[in-house]
């Protein structure tokens, strides 16, 4: 496991969402992008989407190949401080109306907060007007 390094690849890091990583198992263009992301050093990982990834993985061979694939990313550690981001992040949405699993409102935090942008397919994301995606 790489830490993240202070200087970014051209065209900035990217962190996919598990959505992601799922359909690149069906869809050989998402993997291929996947691919290149890391090629380029440019895909990063979390804990949180590293255990989503992990735990829908019932095959302990294609888990153990994937884990050790996610490992060799570079990775954004999650502050104490981060958490409270993550919270009051949460409470905004519940107040809004509009709740959002808090696994998501994690990663859209550590991405705002880190400058990362995040490759989904998942709506709840676009509750927060301050994440970069990555299209």
């Given at each position: 496991?790489?830490?993240?390094?202070?200087?970014?690849?051209?065209?900035?890091?990217?962190?996919?969402?598990?959505?992601?990583?799922?359909?690149?198992?069906?869809?050989?263009?998402?993997?291929?992008?996947?691919?290149?992301?890391?090629?380029?050093?440019?895909?990063?990982?979390?804990?949180?989407?590293?255990?989503?990834?992990?735990?829908?993985?019932?095959?302990?061979?294609?888990?153990?190949?994937?884990?050790?694939?996610?490992?060799?990313?570079?990775?954004?550690?999650?502050?104490?401080?981060?958490?409270?981001?993550?919270?009051?992040?949460?409470?905004?949405?519940d107040r809004a109306g509009r709740p959002v699993?808090?696994?998501?409102?994690?990663?859209?935090a550590l991405c705002i907060e880190s400058g990362v942008a995040l490759w989904?397919?998942?709506?709840?994301?676009?509750?927060?007007?301050?994440?970069?995606?990555?299209?």
């Open positions: 496991m790489k830490s993240l390094l202070a200087a970014e690849p051209a065209g900035g890091l990217v962190m996919a969402d598990t959505c992601i990583w799922i359909a690149s198992e069906k869809e050989a263009d998402v993997a291929a992008r996947l691919i290149e992301l890391t090629t380029r050093d440019r895909l990063v990982m979390c804990g949180i989407v590293y255990a989503e990834i992990l735990r829908g993985l019932q095959d302990a061979a294609v888990r153990g190949r994937r884990a050790r694939q996610l490992l060799a990313l570079q990775w954004i550690e999650t502050p104490p401080v981060l958490w409270e981001k993550t919270a009051e992040m949460a409470r905004i949405q699993p808090l696994t998501d409102v994690h990663v859209a989904t397919t998942d709506r709840h994301f676009e509750q927060f007007s301050a994440l970069r995606r990555y299209r």
